[in-house]
């Protein structure tokens, strides 16, 4: 499964990380994730009205369990994007330029990514919702991840 970009997205939509690997086009790559970002709250919607959740201004925080795997969120032209959402509203966008992708590993590799920014996070001199280019060992760690396919 070649991962042609990962992107992780603050509550408010920020950018924490955004990162295009291989032979794509960064510019487009961050097109891609600001439209994968309307998928995730359709998703969530959809989610939420299955389950008969009552939107979050009237419920009480933590009233719900979801799946924080959102799935195919949409095709675009040789590539595929998959969602993911975490408790904290944390989004993490994965774009594959794969025909053929198994879930079980795009699973994989989106509970890999949440432990990386886990961990990253739980530094205390990290600041909350800031940049994660910033964090070296992040940075690698992702890219290791990516490249040698270790999910």
Do not use: W
């Amino acid at each position: 499964m070649p991962v042609a970009g990962v992107a992780l997205l603050g509550k408010e939509n920020n950018p924490l990380y955004i990162r295009a690997f291989g032979p794509h086009d960064q510019l487009r790559f961050h097109f891609i994730v600001h439209t994968a970002l309307d998928f995730i709250e359709e998703k969530v919607a959809a989610q939420r009205s299955q389950a008969g959740i009552v939107p979050p201004q009237q419920a009480a925080a933590g009233a719900s369990k979801q799946d924080c795997y959102l799935g195919l969120l949409y095709p675009i032209e040789d590539l595929r994007a998959y969602g993911y959402l975490t408790n904290c509203r944390i989004k993490l966008v994965l774009v594959v330029d794969d025909e053929e992708v198994r879930e079980g590993e795009v699973k994989s590799l989106f509970r890999r990514l949440h432990a990386l920014y886990v961990d990253t996070v739980s530094n205390p001199f990290h600041a909350p919702d800031s940049d994660l280019d910033a964090c070296a060992s992040f940075r690698r760690q992702v890219e290791r991840l990516v490249e040698a396919g270790l999910y």
